[in-house]
């Protein structure tokens, strides 16, 4: 039988309609400007974001590290969360490339940084200190939503401040879909947002930088720099324009989903899980229940990744018989 496959959300095939979108899709050069699709989906993401303009990238890494290098100079640097992706889980790219220096600061368990630990990061301006330039937020942060009235403050300090800020949204219709608040309301505080199209949403590629004009123009050049100025791209941007179409409201079965399978892993002694805000569900095992279990799991027919802290991601391709499958198995494994 095939395996339930909870690794992520990025292992989805594109849907029989997709394809047929993509097949369908007219093409131009992007890196000329003339690709419709890629036009099109540009202009319906900045729409959807509320913000002016917006630019096609391949991967969510290169979004979030065009907008970094788009916001800070050499010698800048940015006020991130101690694990958040644009910090931990992009090979140093802001630092390496970018010669932006990260002033990683502790989060709290919902993903936020305190106020006070911002306030006391941004560095005075003197000869001896970086620039502090920017303030980047992670929506969700580990399937979780940020509270928006936190948002709104730490944007807000930011702003007061004479910082920018940037939203590394790779789920962020997970959280517009959670919340029941419109995505350009969630990223209303932000100078900057970058989204995939390739998590949740079910592309086999892309993601998007959303922001103002004069600033997805110096993004531009940055994404040319980086060798992500991709040709007939068209291909895949009619694949995020179908999925902002069709694969929005559904990511709710997601959440659905997510929340069953929590719900079933109730009940077993060393192990805890705490209930999902989205499609993440992550379940803390015992030390002594731990050996092997990705491999045990694995050979009974369900993927996942993590040791002490298993990580279980629903999606597109997975259904609730997957997961009335996959509980008996987990279960079975953790007891
Ligand atoms: C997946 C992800 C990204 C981008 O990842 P790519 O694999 O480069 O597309 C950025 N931020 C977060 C929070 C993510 O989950």
Not at 166 to 171: C, P
């Amino acid at each position: 039988m095939k395996p339930v496959d909870l690794r992520s959300d990025t292992v989805t095939q594109p849907t029989p309609a997709m394809r047929e979108a993509m097949m369908r899709a007219p093409l131009g050069d992007d890196v000329f400007g003339d690709d419709p699709s890629v036009n099109a989906l540009q202009e319906r993401i900045a729409a959807l974001c509320a913000k002016e303009a917006a630019l096609f990238v391949p991967t969510g890494t290169m979004s979030n590290l065009c907008g970094l290098m788009a916001h800070c100079q050499r010698g800048d640097e940015y006020l991130v969360g101690q694990m958040a992706h644009t910090y931990r889980w992009e090979g140093g790219g802001a630092a390496v490339l970018g010669s932006i220096q990260p002033q990683p600061l502790a989060q709290q368990p919902d993903g936020s940084i305190p106020l006070a630990d911002i306030e006391a990061a941004i560095k005075p301006d003197d000869a001896h200190f970086a620039r502090t330039r920017l303030l980047a937020l992670e929506n969700t942060w580990g399937g979780q939503v940020l509270p928006q009235a936190y948002v709104d403050q730490a944007c807000a300090l930011a702003h007061g401040r004479g910082l920018a800020t940037h939203l590394d949204g790779a789920r962020l219709f997970n959280a517009a879909v959670a919340s029941g608040r419109p995505a350009a309301e969630l990223v209303a505080p932000f100078d900057s947002v970058s989204v995939c199209f390739s998590k949740g949403l079910g592309t086999p590629a892309g993601s998007a930088l959303v922001g103002s004009r004069e600033f997805i123009g110096r993004a531009h050049r940055v994404r040319k720099m980086l060798g992500g100025g991709m040709r007939q791209a068209g291909v895949l941007a009619a694949a995020a324009l179908h999925a902002l179409e069709h694969h929005v409201a559904r990511l709710a079965e997601d959440h659905a989903n997510a929340r069953l399978l929590a719900e079933g892993l109730q009940g077993l002694d060393g192990v805890s899980v705490a209930p999902p805000h989205t499609n993440i569900v992550f379940v803390d095992v015992v030390p002594a229940k731990a050996a092997g279990l990705v491999e045990r799991l694995k050979a009974a027919g369900v993927l996942c990744t993590g040791l002490y802290r298993l990580r279980f991601v629903t999606h597109l391709d997975v259904g609730r018989a997957d997961i009335e499958r996959a509980v008996p198995v987990i279960r079975a494994a953790l007891h």
